[in-house]
Every structure is written in structure tokens, then in C-alpha cells.
């Protein structure tokens, strides 16, 4: 199972920013991340933290792809473009 770390958070106007590292198979993969305000409220409706719903984005995208197929700098709205189902089964997602 892959460990994820969300890094610090940056506030951007319409964003946040964080740096996300994944540690799976003894290797370490670093990224670049975005997620906007639209996309937070949309898979969170403001019930957890923004860099809960980026982690839980990761777990996602890990059942789906290894980590070493995931872009290194990326919006959280680039997911939907390759795996639709995003918008419904994030929400639904534990922890």
C-alpha cells in the first residue's frame, strides 16, 4: 500500500497548492499539485480540509494507476479528464 504525504498548503486566489509525496515499492515520487475552490466544494461540500481531499484524490488515482503513471504537476480537475467517475466516487471515499 502506498504512503501519502501532503505537504504544505499555499492559498492561491482561487486554489491551493501543495506538494505531495508518495513513497510505493521502496521508490518516492514527488508532485506538484493544485486543487480549486470549485473542485474542494464540489467533492467535499466543505465537510474536511483541502489537503484531505487531495489525499483522498491520490488514493484514487492509486487504485486506478501506479504512482510512477501520474503526472508530476497537475490541477485536480485533469483527473475527471481520464477518469470521469471522479465527481461521484470521490465523495464517497473514506479518509
Known amino acids: 500500500m502506498a504512503e501519502i504525504e501532503i505537504g504544505e498548503e499555499i492559498e492561491g486566489k482561487n ?3 501543495y506538494k505531495v509525496s508518495v513513497f510505493d515499492a521502496g521508490k518516492h515520487h514527488e508532485y506538484d ?3 480549486s475552490f470549485q473542485d474542494y ?3 467535499s461540500r466543505g465537510a474536511i480540509a483541502p489537503s484531505k481531499v487531495v489525499n483522498k484524490a491520490f488514493k ?3 487504485e ?3 504512482a510512477s503513471s ?3 504537476k497537475f490541477d485536480c480537475s ?3 479528464r481520464y ?3 471522479v465527481d461521484a466516487e470521490l465523495p464517497k471515499m473514506g479518509g
Open 15 to 17: 486554489n491551493w497548492a
Open 33 to 35: 499539485v493544485t486543487l
Open 41 to 43: 466544494d464540489l467533492w
Open 60 to 62: 484514487f488515482l492509486l
Open 64 to 66: 486506478r494507476e501506479p
Open 70 to 72: 501520474i503526472m508530476s
Open 78 to 80: 485533469v483527473i475527471r
Open 83 to 85: 477518469f470521469p467517475e
